[in-house]
């Protein structure tokens, strides 16, 4: 569990580092199905003519860089809600993360229906906003918890994360969309105060859905490999109505945890299907402007 000093510094400041909290074999399944993955890639972009070499002797943090170098569809199997397995559905119910993120949201805790793997390409970053900002309004009182694991270490060069201390006592600022996407409206957030977090491997920054944050260029030849997950108290707003999340852990019921990847898998179908049938269901908070 965190500590009342760990408390409260992610009260006042919106973000929380918490050093050497996961082993190399703690993360070793998933990146092992990462790797799974991005051979799965290599093999169909290799046979369908769009890949000169498989790269099998590259390194984890390379492999991927030189394949998306040819054929940069590559990573689009480990994009948002792509990726779903079982390695990866265990991680996301770790103790060690839940643990921690029951300090701040109770006993009974869902694994919020947004994640992200970030396998961050050279010249790749994150735009500044703030999670909030991609949800309806209606998640607005829920705190929602983002956990960002990298799986490398990652410094100001090879494009690591950055937070606004303390903004996130603000409320959602306003984003605009633009060529990158929805970003926070340039005026709302200067580049002084941009913060760096660079962490090891093993570690675990969390931070608010109001926090204001992004991640830097990375100015390197290999990937910034991490996971962006996220909690909430099972029965608040999600703020995404249209895709479920699932329960992690229900100390008071413990037959509501979701038992497996195929469960979970079911579940997402059946919502999006079910949400599919209303289109003109508002998704955002800002509406997409061509």
């Not at 060690?96 to 109770?106: M, P, Q, Y």
């Not at 990375?218 to 990937?223: E, L, M, S």
């Not at 038992?259 to 919502?271: D, G, L, M, Q, S």
Request: net charge negative; hydrophobic share 35%; with cysteine.
């Amino acid at each position: 569990m965190l500590n009342d000093s760990q408390i409260a510094t992610f009260k006042e400041e919106g973000y929380l580092i918490i050093e050497n909290l996961f082993t190399d074999d703690d993360l070793r399944p998933v990146k092992d199905e990462f790797s799974t993955v991005v051979e799965q890639q290599a093999q169909q972009l290799h046979q369908a003519g769009r890949l000169s070499d498989l790269y099998k002797n590259e390194s984890f943090e390379q492999r991927l860089a030189k394949i998306a170098a040819e054929a940069p569809e590559a990573t689009s199997a480990l994009q948002t809600r792509a990726h779903k397995d079982e390695a990866f559905f265990q991680f996301l119910k770790h103790p060690k993360i839940l643990d921690r993120v029951e300090s701040l949201v109770g006993p009974d805790i869902l694994c919020h229906p947004s994640y992200n793997i970030h396998p961050r390409l050279p010249g790749g970053y994150t735009t500044p906003h703030q999670d909030a900002g991609f949800y309806l309004p209606d998640g607005d009182e829920t705190l929602i918890l983002a956990c960002l694991i990298p799986l490398v270490d990652t410094t100001p060069e090879n494009g690591c994360l950055w937070v606004a201390p303390r903004r996130h006592k603000e409320g959602v600022l306003r984003h605009v969309w633009g060529e990158d996407g929805l970003n926070i409206s340039p005026e709302e957030l200067s580049e002084e105060e941009r913060q760096p977090v660079p962490t090891k491997v093993g570690s675990m920054v969390m931070f608010t859905s109001m926090t204001p944050h992004g991640s830097r260029v990375n100015n390197t030849d290999t990937i910034r490999w991490s996971m962006d997950l996220r909690y909430q108290a099972l029965g608040k707003p999600t703020g995404r109505w249209y895709v479920p999340g699932f329960v992690a852990r229900s100390r008071s019921n413990p037959e509501l945890e979701t038992p497996n990847c195929t469960a979970w898998i079911a579940e997402v179908e059946r919502v999006e299907q079910k949400a599919n049938k209303y289109p003109e269901w508002p998704r955002y908070r800002w509406p997409q402007t061509s």
